[in-house]
Nanobody, 121 residues
């Protein structure tokens, strides 16, 4: 059984930072793209950031460009989302996902259960 596990969420004030971490139990995803998505109350799940299998290519939603950074450590089977200058509109449940292939453009499977991020004004 493969399961993605997210951690690092919490309640913070606007302008502060959080770092989310994700790991996969069951197998390594070093040959796959990885991504972060989020879902705010009453909204659908939206793409936040993606990273190619080697870490050389990254992609971001316009709403987080310049504030969030996705990275990975394949030796440790970990992917991170560094979130700086958090805003109240970043409040959501954040999900980690493993890509279907090496590129983030090929879609994702193997979703985690999510970690809550709440940002107060």
């Amino acid at each position: 059984q493969v399961q993605m596990v997210e951690s690092g969420g919490g309640l913070v004030q606007a302008g502060n930072s959080l770092r989310l971490s994700c790991t996969a139990s069951g197998r390594s995803f070093s040959d796959n793209a990885m991504g972060w998505f989020r879902q705010a109350p009453g909204k659908g799940r939206e793409f936040v950031a993606g990273i190619g299998w080697s870490g050389g290519s990254t992609y971001y939603a316009d709403s987080v460009k310049g504030r969030f950074t996705i990275s990975r450590d394949n030796a440790k089977n970990l992917v991170y989302l560094q979130m700086n200058n958090l805003k109240p509109e970043d409040t959501a449940v954040y999900y980690c996902a493993a890509g279907r292939g090496r590129s983030p453009s090929n879609g994702y499977n193997y979703w985690g259960q999510g970690t809550q991020v709440a940002v107060s004004s």
